[in-house]
């Protein structure tokens, strides 16, 4: 890509909403000094999605975590994921939230690439991991969480997108991106 510098400029941000990993910002965008818009922006601490798999008899198996999500009033099929904790390294992260919602550690992480949810409101950056060589190690899951662990095999997942039992785009991408990664592995 062509390094490229924008004619629009962010001036009067303020921040309206400031929370816990969260704040609300509205920023004022300007161009050629002459006032465009405003518009409302979701500041996100950042967050991590692991991959978490193993292998046995040929096959491959990944952990999902099936979990009631209180924005949208649904349970989602979903690979574990997690917020970063004030400042936290997202390869401490992957490994704490493994612990936390599945009961194991692993042994081997893989950091894929970190990807934007909604760059257009949002800053969050979510870290995508594959994580593999799986030990038995529980953390005390988060007090607002209700989690059942699922033991898939991969070729199950691409039907329960096709089938729209996985909705959860994050999880959507990290299956894609992943199967990419087991061709070249």
């Not at 950042?46 to 798999?53: E, K, L, N, R």
């Not at 690439?113 to 760059?119: K, L």
């Not at 607002?144 to 991969?154: A, C, H, R, S, V």
Request: net charge negative.
């Amino acid at each position: 890509m062509a390094d490229k510098k924008s004619a629009l400029k962010r001036l009067n941000s303020k921040i309206l909403h400031e929370g816990e990993y969260i704040n609300l910002r509205q920023d004022d965008l300007f161009k050629d000094d002459e006032y465009l818009s405003t518009r409302d922006v979701i500041e996100h601490v950042g967050s991590i999605v692991a991959v978490p798999y193993e292998i046995s008899d040929k096959k491959i198996y990944v952990y999902m975590v099936e979990q009631w999500r209180n924005p949208i009033d649904e349970w989602l099929l979903e690979f574990p994921a997690g917020t970063l904790n004030d400042n936290e390294d997202p390869y401490k992260a992957v490994k704490r939230e493994l612990q936390e919602e599945i009961g194991m550690i692993p042994k081997d992480v893989e950091l894929w690439s970190p990807f934007f949810v909604a760059p257009g409101w949002c800053t969050e950056k979510i870290y995508c991991f594959f994580a593999t060589n799986l030990e038995s190690s529980k953390l005390e899951s988060d007090i607002d969480e209700e989690i059942y662990i699922k033991k898939l095999e991969i070729s199950e997942i691409h039907c329960l997108i096709q089938e729209k039992k996985i909705t959860d785009l994050k999880t959507i991408t990290a299956f894609y991106v992943f199967k990419e990664y087991l061709k070249k592995t």
